[in-house]
């Protein structure tokens, strides 16, 4: 069959496919333990999916503006001012389903066939392919020799006369790097230098390991505000993954038009999230507060088990909830790049990680530790007993 040109050279989500695979083998019985998915294991906390109840039994489950509810961007609005101290009116801000749509939204109104828009690698999945589906071409900084950091040099050995944007995403997946407030003050100057524009995925903001602060490269420097979107979610802060709710929040003539990408492909986020993402922005930040120190507690207990391996590099996560581990000494000639390894750890030792080259490395896993404790502690042992079984 021939399909349209815009899937040319799109690829099937990577972390999509081991999901799917493991839960062919869950579906036999088998016992598989996943540390794939990034969410957390919690529930999303009681008084905000009430809120989605109370906005279904009181009818609120009509279209609603496309934009969003004016309650939620103000509060939106509101919570970036506290957060951040940026001063937004609703008119910045667009509702999306979830932090991905709001970013697809953006890049599709302001890039095309002739512009460059640079990822720094190890990136987030998504983001090539989003650029890609714009008709855009993504150009990789690669930071693995900088310990996953960009700097001025790097970055401005990849910006050409058809560079359009750089996106970063700090605290990032899949490394788990927080980005210092001198490495932003960096990206803003060279943003403002080169006239570029700036997406800032902020999805992990209030998912950072003491004493670790998050820098948002508008609060670094208020002057790139009007070529700066910043993207957020409710899916990583408030377990809502499932609930399909984001925002983009930039200048205004750009939020319109990605307003109007959205209005004429899905129309408006589901009213019944939009009100429990309200609640969420309502209520205090308990939830995250409580959970962060589990994840840290996650964190460390398989940084422990991985210890007992001597072949693998790893760098400790600041932030987000992601350990992204350099396993290419343990290839042989069979099991020769993150796929086969991610594939043998899964059929072989019933674990399921993502391959680094999803992110742009080939050499290295990912794992997620927010799963529950025991599901860190089972499956990052059988990852190091299946390591360790290469070895010997
Ligand atoms: C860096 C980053 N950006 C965006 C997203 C998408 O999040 P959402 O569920 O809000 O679409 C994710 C999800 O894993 C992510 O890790």
């Keep these: 069959m021939e399909f349209s040109e815009h899937l040319k050279h799109i690829e099937q989500s990577k972390t999509f496919k081991f ?116 008709g855009a071409t993504p150009i990789i900084v690669d930071t693995l020799q900088n310990n996953f950091v960009p700097n001025r040099q790097l970055l401005e050995s990849a910006i050409t006369k058809r560079t359009k944007a750089i996106i970063i995403n700090s605290p990032c997946n899949p490394t788990g790097v927080v980005y210092s407030e001198s490495t932003m003050r960096e990206i803003t100057d060279i943003v403002k230098q080169h006239s570029l524009w700036l997406f800032s995925d902020e999805i992990y903001d209030k998912i950072l390991y003491p004493p670790h602060t998050h820098h948002s490269p508008l609060s670094v420097d208020s002057e790139i505000s009007n070529r700066t979107v910043l993207l957020n979610s409710f899916s990583k802060t408030y377990a809502m993954t499932g ?30 999230s939009q009100y429990a993402a309200l609640e969420a922005l309502q209520s205090d930040d308990s939830f995250i507060e409580t959970v962060v120190p589990n994840l840290l507690a996650k964190r460390d207990k398989a940084i422990k088990i991985l210890s007992q391996l001597d ?3 790893m760098e400790t996560p600041n932030g987000a909830f992601y350990l992204f581990i350099h396993i290419s000494n343990y290839f042989n000639s069979e099991i020769s790049d993150s796929t086969k390894m991610a594939l043998y750890l899964l059929n072989n ?37 299946g390591l360790q079984k290469l070895q010997s």
């Design 19 to 134: 999901f799917a695979l493991l839960k062919e083998k869950a579906d036999l019985g088998i016992d598989v333990v996943s540390l794939i998915t990034g969410e957390l294991d919690e529930p999303t906390p009681s008084n905000i999916a009430n809120a989605g109840i109370d906005a279904i039994k009181s009818g609120k489950t009509k279209y609603t503006v496309n934009n969003g509810i004016l309650e939620l961007r103000q509060a939106i609005c509101d919570s970036l001012k506290d957060n951040l101290d940026i001063e937004y009116i609703p008119e910045q801000i667009l509702v999306s389903n979830g932090g991905k749509h709001a970013l697809f939204n953006c890049l599709y109104s302001l890039c095309g066939h002739n512009d460059e828009v640079i990822i720094i690698s190890p990136y987030y999945a998504s983001y090539p392919d989003m650029i890609k589906l714009t």
């Design 243 to 272: 609930w399909r709710i984001g925002y983009a929040a930039g200048p205004k003539e750009l939020i319109e038009k990605a307003a109007l990408v959205q209005s004429q492909t899905t129309s408006n986020a589901s009213s019944i």
């Design 311 to 313: 072949k693998i590099k």
């Design 349 to 385: 030792h019933n674990v399921g990680v993502v391959p680094g080259s999803a992110f742009g490395a080939d050499d290295y896993i990912r794992l997620s530790f927010a799963p529950s404790m025991d599901k860190i502690e089972v499956g990052v042992q059988r990852i190091v007993g």
